[in-house]
């Protein structure tokens, strides 16, 4: 992918308008969670407010794996005060992986665009407008939230975080070319039919899956463009990357080099 372009990161040259009017667009935002009692009605609140505010038409889906924390518990709650029309519960029954918490998610989404992004408020819901806007200037297949360009960053990770991840992406750049600065990143707009067809391509389920995507995107000749977003760590809860998620990324990372 060609790097540089005053419209964002792109494969190919934007295609036509789309016939479809803003009013028509609909947004289905997919939450997977596990453990996410306590961030759960936070972000759902500020979703909410963000669309209504916005005007945008949308959803959400939760996506709960199990939590034995309660989570599913507060989800019902909250399909209840904001409507069965604005919030959709449809759990699984254990932690099956990221990757198949979305194609679960898309099964039953009614929007023409996704946006996925995580539950522990970590990605502010104040960026989607931005995402939207991108999206219709540039007429993008897929819009991605970056850390690591333009006004970016990263708040609240220590200095061995921080070094994992820019080492993650760093390494990626080298080895896959991709075209893109944040491969690691899990704050996304797509195209529904988009991301439909890069899950059927996708192999990986962790972490490796948010990278693949790109890539795979990349192959398929899909357009890119990036906004830059603050990424906060989690206030309540334990972060789910350790030591199993880096061998697992590391041995995604070689698999991707070797059939790219």
């Not at 669309?51 to 989570?71: M, R």
């Not at 059927?200 to 398929?220: D, N, P, T």
Request: hydrophobic letters at 35%.
């Amino acid at each position: 992918m060609a790097s540089g372009e005053a419209s964002g990161l792109s494969t190919r040259s934007p295609r036509e308008p789309e016939l479809r009017t803003p009013r028509q667009d609909k947004y289905s935002v997919l939450l997977p969670t596990y453990n996410e009692r306590e961030n759960l009605p936070l972000i759902v609140w500020l979703l909410v407010k963000s669309f209504s505010e916005s005007g945008f038409n949308y959803e959400i889906i939760i996506i709960d794996d199990g939590s034995p924390d309660g989570t599913r518990d507060v989800a019902e709650q909250l399909e209840k005060i904001y409507g069965s029309d604005k919030i959709l519960l449809r759990p699984r029954e254990q932690k099956l992986g990221l990757g198949t918490a979305y194609i679960h998610g898309v099964k039953h989404a009614t929007g023409n665009h996704i946006i996925i992004m995580d539950a522990d408020l970590s990605h502010h819901p104040k960026f989607i407008p931005e995402f939207i806007r991108k999206q219709k200037e540039g007429n993008f297949d897929i819009v991605s939230g970056t850390r690591y360009k333009g006004n970016g960053g990263v708040y609240g990770w220590d200095l061995k975080r921080k070094i994992i991840s820019r080492g993650a992406n760093f390494i990626t750049q080298i080895l896959l070319r991709p075209g893109a600065s944040d491969l690691t990143g899990s704050f996304r707009l797509y195209r529904k039919e988009v991301l439909q067809k890069l899950i059927e391509k996708c192999v990986s389920k962790g972490y490796v899956f948010q990278m693949e995507m790109i890539v795979r995107a990349r192959q398929l000749n899909y357009t890119v463009g990036e906004v830059p977003i603050s990424f906060v760590d989690r206030v309540y809860g334990e972060s789910k990357l350790g030591g199993n998620e880096i061998v697992s990324f590391l041995k995604g990372l070689l698999t991707l080099f070797a059939t790219t």
